[in-house]
T-cell receptor, first 115, second 114 residues
Framework: EADIYQTPRYLVIGTGKKITLECSQTMGHDKMYWYQQDPGMELHLIHY???????EKGDLSSESTVSRIRTEHFPLTLESARPSHTSQYLC??????????????FGPGTRLTVL | KNQVEQSPQSLIILEGKNCTLQ??????????LRWYKQDTGRGPVSLTIMTFSENTKSNGRYTATLDADTKQSSLHITASQLSDSASYICVVSDRGSTLGRLYFGRGTQLTVWP
């Protein structure tokens, strides 16, 4: 079982609220990622980080922002939530192994519903 | 365009039966291919990984195959159990970037009935 944690697991909020989804890993991985996943659809990369003070936007445009002040922590923030932000958000981390497999370990996800 | 296509989209089988899930990809340059299992409401968990030179990899009742020439992979589940009910996602990694970008299929939703 991977040591990567996400809180909250479920969140229901009203439109316009500011929210932060937490992600922490205890594996000392440099790379961390945020994905968005809708039911029956593939995961879409929305943010990633190579390490502390590094953040990049992913393939899918997102109104969220991220920060990476500590290696183990990669929170995602929505300044003003809208119903279109309703989705499952998955955090992952990876460290390149000797074989170059670059396995990503996923957290349990946060199911966000914006009313 | 790098893509990963999976079939079938969903599958229902009886407990104890075998099944095979398919994955076709166009990702290039290819690095490796993983099959992940994702239980409802959980994050994906890696089952197998295969590189270009490997064509079969087993993990218990799960056996994955890879044909790098035709860019196809399959995941065979033997003697299915109720706990196998989940989404199985094919994920292909490229080696064209330092990020090791992953390309995800939409998954096959497997339901095992008693």
């Amino acid at each position: 079982e991977a040591d990567i944690y996400q809180t909250p697991r479920y969140l229901v909020i009203g439109t316009g609220k500011k929210i932060t989804l937490e992600c922490s890993q205890t594996m000392g991985h440099d790379k961390m990622y945020w994905y968005q996943q809708d039911p029956g659809m593939e995961l879409h990369l929305i943010h990633y980080s190579y390490g502390v003070n590094s953040t990049e936007k992913g393939d899918l445009s997102s109104e969220s922002t991220v920060s990476r002040i500590r290696t183990e922590h990669f929170p995602l923030t929505l300044e003003s939530a809208r119903p279109s932000h309703t989705s499952q958000y998955l955090c992952a981390s990876s460290e390149k192994t000797g074989t170059g497999s670059n396995e990503q370990f996923f957290g349990p996800g946060t199911r966000l519903t914006v009313l | 365009k790098n893509q990963v296509e999976q079939s079938p989209q969903s599958l229902i089988i009886l407990e104890g039966k075998n099944c095979t899930l398919q994955c076709n990809y166009t990702v290039s340059p290819f690095s490796n291919l993983r099959w992940y299992k994702q239980d409802t409401g959980r994050g994906p968990v890696s089952l197998t990984i295969m590189t270009f030179s490997e064509n079969t990899k087993s993990n218990g009742r799960y056996t994955a195959t890879l044909d790098a020439d035709t860019k196809q992979s399959s995941l065979h589940i033997t003697a299915s159990q109720l706990s196998d009910s989940a989404s199985y996602i094919c994920v292909v990694s490229d080696r064209g970037s330092t990020l090791g970008r992953l390309y995800f299929g939409r998954g096959t939703q497997l339901t095992v009935w008693p």
